[in-house]
């Protein structure tokens, strides 16, 4: 099956700054990538995702990037501000299947 | 409805009792799936219904867990025997089967065995 693998487990950014968080994959016949921003206490909320025919997206301060090759595809935040803290889940599944979630990453933006 | 709701939102029992939660996924969404997240952990599969076709049970922890969906709806896990380990937030999460289509989470159930 896929295993989805998410690093870092934390991070830590000054406001402004950009952040970075990757996740690689394990079945090259996964073909969609979303990723989730899980404030405390509240529900999984989807921020961006991506398809395998596409190898970038962007969607004003929040971009991801895809490498089917190297099987991995990355999170980019820029210029971060305090309301983005929060823990963020790369995911990858295939047509009619399960998704597969990474472990997370805690975003702490410091103002 | 708007979105994917979940019930209760807190349940508390005592070790060994049985428990049941509820999902309602958004109105035609074919496929529906049941997470457990423990404190400060990520999303754990539990199990995935897609359409008519048999239920992926793969992440079931244990048989003292079970789901059902009536109608192609409405979801009920079960868990039986309840442990303390048990203890978690159960998400449920809905989509659209047309080309992986996103999920959309429900609140949760925050679950708590004493």
């Known amino acids: 099956g896929e295993n989805v693998e998410q690093h870092p487990s934390t991070l830590s950014v000054q406001e402004g700054d950009s952040a970075v968080i990757k996740c690689t994959y394990s079945?090259?016949?996964?073909?969609?990538f979303p990723w989730y921003k899980q404030e405390l206490g509240k529900r999984p909320q989807l921020i961006i995702d991506?398809?395998?025919?596409?190898g970038e997206k962007k969607d004003q301060r929040i971009a991801v990037t895809l490498n089917k090759t190297a099987k991995h595809f990355s999170l980019h935040i820029t210029e971060t501000q305090p309301e983005d803290s929060a823990v963020y889940f790369c995911?990858?599944?295939?047509?009619?299947?399960?998704?597969?979630f990474g472990t997370g990453t805690s975003l702490t933006v410091i103002p | 409805g708007a979105g994917v709701s979940q019930s209760p939102s807190n349940k508390v029992t005592e070790k060994g009792k049985d428990v049941e939660l509820r999902c309602d996924p958004i109105s035609g969404h074919t496929a529906l799936y049941w997470y457990r997240q423990s404190l400060g952990q990520g999303l754990e599969f539990l199990i995935y219904?897609?359409?008519?076709?048999?239920?992926?049970k793969s992440g079931l922890p244990s048989d003292r867990f079970s789901a059902e969906r009536t109608g192609g709806s409405v979801s009920t896990l079960t868990i039986q025997r309840t442990q303390q380990e048990d203890s978690a937030v159960y998400l449920c999460?809905?989509?659209?089967?047309?080309?992986?289509?996103?999920?959309?989470f429900g609140p949760g159930t925050r679950l708590l065995v004493l």
């Open positions: 991506i398809r395998s025919n596409v």
């Open positions: 999460a809905s989509s659209h089967y047309n080309e992986q289509e996103t999920q959309y």
């Open positions: 219904f897609q359409g008519n076709s048999a239920p992926d």
């Open positions: 995911a990858a599944s295939k047509t009619g299947n399960q998704f597969y």
């Open positions: 079945d090259s016949a996964s073909n969609y």
